[in-house]
């Protein structure tokens, strides 16, 4: 009897997908039932929204941020790790991967906003992911033709100290290097961190990953732009239109823009509420139009849609903003012509009457930096460092917050820094969310004060009392507030009912 070897088979899920991350160069092929896309969308949206918090609240790359995101990512199941024995399960995570990307594109492609939304939390998934390839690093590099060719030994020992010596602190022992042009690691070249000779720069293999995400970033905002182009087809399918534009409503989470809590405040609190509960990017909007009676274009948009957002009214915003210009060289008719249909545009009762949403932390950093004579944008991301630390020591944040701050902003993590800001002002020990709006800024400070006045005021009853109420506001807000309560005493905000400011619609 002769016994055959059986022939291994190799299924086409793992002929297609060799590793757990790809470039997403083709769309996937095959059919699949919409109950299947949306609930792939949805978990691929999850994944991408904790991406999102996961960059906010930690320092991406930082042990912290890559353990929360590896836990996050085995929670909803994405592939981001080679295993020795690799299941059919595990291809059908890089199945699921692919096409959940694919449908996100659809989703992401039609405005700039969201596609930089999309690139940057695509992109940071990607540089964890590729940093989980270990050795597997140079299959991905030669299954995408992105071969770099390591230098020779002699070349290395040539140059093996002046590679050290621009490394600085940053250099751990490595036998690989590869020679690039400079302009493939720009990010490199601008923080000094790299030998460079002849317009060629030497990188470690550690650092190769900068090309690739580079390589990465390049090829998806391509691909985006190209997919927007095919939007006219895709939304004339019924089916799709109406689930792809509820996908890329869910970015920016929590709408600003609800109309529900108009009127809450009136005109005369603002002062105060910009000392308090303003973030930096609004308290100086607000200073800037109280000193000099005008803010230009940027300015308007940026202060009066966050003004939308806490509630101020239509007829309050034209109030607020006319009183004020005509303080400066700005005569009442011309208000009315120039700058009112702005405010009106804005509130969408002019023109194509859209509804504005108030700007996200996002899009301010990111986009229309101001020039000179501007006072928009986020002062951790547009102000100059020196002008920066003395606008916090006018705010009152003690030196050693401040320096704790410049060290965030000095690494770029401006969100972080505006969290820090907010820790140091409301005398807390932790923010307790992931800071993404302005307006979610204003609420949180608001709960926060209210929590507070809710403490004291308990406090201050019988102690029988107490016990017959439960104390539940302050089991709940014990720990955050417990260093608050003394020092909001002064500042209460008087008539605005924060029950409903922070009703759920707002609070999700
Ligand atoms: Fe404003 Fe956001 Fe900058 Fe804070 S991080 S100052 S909320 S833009």
């Given at each position: 009897m002769q016994f055959v070897r059986a022939k291994r088979t190799i299924s086409p899920l793992a002929e297609l997908y060799p590793l757990p991350i790809q470039f997403y160069d083709q769309p996937p092929s095959g059919d699949i039932s919409l109950q299947e896309f949306e609930s792939l969308a949805v978990e691929r949206l999850k994944l991408l929204k904790s991406v999102e918090n996961i960059g906010i609240g930690y320092i991406r790359g930082s042990e912290p941020y890559n353990?929360?995101?590896?836990?996050?990512?085995?929670?909803?199941?994405?592939?981001?790790?080679i295993f020795n024995e690799e299941k059919m399960d595990d291809y059908e995570m890089r199945r699921k991967d692919h096409i959940s990307h694919f449908i996100l594109r659809l989703a992401y492609c039609h405005s700039e906003d969201l596609r930089r939304w999309f690139i940057q939390q695509e992109l940071d998934?990607?540089?964890?992911?590729?940093?989980?390839?270990?050795?597997?690093?140079?299959?991905?590099?030669?299954?995408?033709?992105?071969?770099y060719h390591a230098i020779k030994e002699e070349e290395k020992e040539r140059y093996l100290e002046k590679m050290k010596s621009s490394f600085g602190q940053n250099w751990k022992e490595c036998q690989v290097f590869y020679k690039v042009p400079f302009t493939e690691v720009l990010e490199l070249v601008r923080v000094r961190k790299v030998f460079l000779r002849g317009g060629v720069a030497y990188i470690p293999h550690m650092e190769i990953v900068i090309i690739i995400q580079n390589e990465f970033r390049q090829r998806l905002s391509k691909s985006l732009a190209l997919t927007s182009r095919s939007l006219p087809f895709i939304q004339s399918d019924e089916r799709l239109q109406p689930l792809l534009n509820h996908l890329s409503c869910a970015y920016v989470g929590?709408?600003?823009?609800?109309?529900?809590h108009v009127g809450k405040v009136s005109l005369d609190q603002l002062d105060g509420l910009a000392t308090k509960s303003y973030p930096p990017c609004m308290r100086q909007l607000h200073k800037a139009l109280r000193d000099h009676h005008h803010l230009r274009h940027g300015g308007r948009m940026q202060y009066g849609l966050y003004l939308k957002g806490i509630g101020i009214t239509l007829d309050q915003a034209l109030q607020f903003w006319k009183s004020e210009f005509i303080k400066g060289k700005v005569e009442p008719?011309?208000?009315?012509?120039?700058?009112?249909?702005?405010?009106?545009?804005?509130?969408?009762?002019?023109g194509k009457r859209t509804d504005y949403t108030p700007f996200s932390c996002m899009?301010?950093?990111?986009?229309?930096?101001?020039?000179?004579?501007?006072?928009?944008?986020?002062?951790?991301?547009?102000?100059?460092p020196e002008i920066l630390k003395s606008k916090l020591q006018s705010y009152k944040v003690p030196l050693a917050g401040i320096t704790q701050i410049m060290d965030l902003v000095k690494g770029m993590h401006y969100q972080l820094a505006c969290q820090k800001y907010f820790e140091l002002t409301h005398n807390i020990d932790e923010v307790g969310f992931s800071l993404s709006h302005p307006n979610q800024y204003f609420i949180e400070s608001q709960k926060l004060l209210s929590s507070s006045r809710d403490v004291k005021k308990e406090s201050s009853q019988p102690e029988s009392t107490q016990r017959s109420q439960g104390s539940h506001s302050q089991?709940?807000?014990?720990?955050?507030?417990?260093?608050?309560?003394?020092?909001?005493?002064?500042?209460?905000?008087?008539?605005?009912?924060?029950?409903?400011?922070?009703?759920?619609?707002?609070?999700?």
């Amino acid at each position: 009897m002769q016994f055959v070897r059986a022939k291994r088979t190799i299924s086409p899920l793992a002929e297609l997908y060799p590793l757990p991350i790809q470039f997403y160069d083709q769309p996937p092929s095959g059919d699949i039932s919409l109950q299947e896309f949306e609930s792939l969308a949805v978990e691929r949206l999850k994944l991408l929204k904790s991406v999102e918090n996961i960059g906010i609240g930690y320092i991406r790359g930082s042990e912290p941020y890559n353990k929360k995101l590896e836990c996050e990512l085995r929670k909803l199941k994405f592939p981001y790790r080679i295993f020795n024995e690799e299941k059919m399960d595990d291809y059908e995570m890089r199945r699921k991967d692919h096409i959940s990307h694919f449908i996100l594109r659809l989703a992401y492609c039609h405005s700039e906003d969201l596609r930089r939304w999309f690139i940057q939390q695509e992109l940071d998934l990607f540089r964890f992911r590729f940093g989980e390839l270990y050795d597997k690093q140079q299959d991905f590099l030669k299954n995408n033709s992105l071969e770099y060719h390591a230098i020779k030994e002699e070349e290395k020992e040539r140059y093996l100290e002046k590679m050290k010596s621009s490394f600085g602190q940053n250099w751990k022992e490595c036998q690989v290097f590869y020679k690039v042009p400079f302009t493939e690691v720009l990010e490199l070249v601008r923080v000094r961190k790299v030998f460079l000779r002849g317009g060629v720069a030497y990188i470690p293999h550690m650092e190769i990953v900068i090309i690739i995400q580079n390589e990465f970033r390049q090829r998806l905002s391509k691909s985006l732009a190209l997919t927007s182009r095919s939007l006219p087809f895709i939304q004339s399918d019924e089916r799709l239109q109406p689930l792809l534009n509820h996908l890329s409503c869910a970015y920016v989470g929590q709408d600003y823009s609800v109309q529900k809590h108009v009127g809450k405040v009136s005109l005369d609190q603002l002062d105060g509420l910009a000392t308090k509960s303003y973030p930096p990017c609004m308290r100086q909007l607000h200073k800037a139009l109280r000193d000099h009676h005008h803010l230009r274009h940027g300015g308007r948009m940026q202060y009066g849609l966050y003004l939308k957002g806490i509630g101020i009214t239509l007829d309050q915003a034209l109030q607020f903003w006319k009183s004020e210009f005509i303080k400066g060289k700005v005569e009442p008719d011309k208000f009315d012509k120039s700058y009112a249909y702005n405010i009106r545009h804005s509130y969408g009762k002019e023109g194509k009457r859209t509804d504005y949403t108030p700007f996200s932390c996002m899009k301010i950093i990111l986009s229309n930096a101001p020039t000179q004579g501007d006072y928009h944008g986020c002062p951790f991301r547009h102000c100059d460092p020196e002008i920066l630390k003395s606008k916090l020591q006018s705010y009152k944040v003690p030196l050693a917050g401040i320096t704790q701050i410049m060290d965030l902003v000095k690494g770029m993590h401006y969100q972080l820094a505006c969290q820090k800001y907010f820790e140091l002002t409301h005398n807390i020990d932790e923010v307790g969310f992931s800071l993404s709006h302005p307006n979610q800024y204003f609420i949180e400070s608001q709960k926060l004060l209210s929590s507070s006045r809710d403490v004291k005021k308990e406090s201050s009853q019988p102690e029988s009392t107490q016990r017959s109420q439960g104390s539940h506001s302050q089991r709940e807000v014990s720990s955050r507030v417990s260093k608050t309560t003394s020092k909001t005493e002064s500042t209460d905000i008087e008539g605005i009912n924060i029950e409903e400011l922070l009703s759920e619609e707002y609070m999700e």
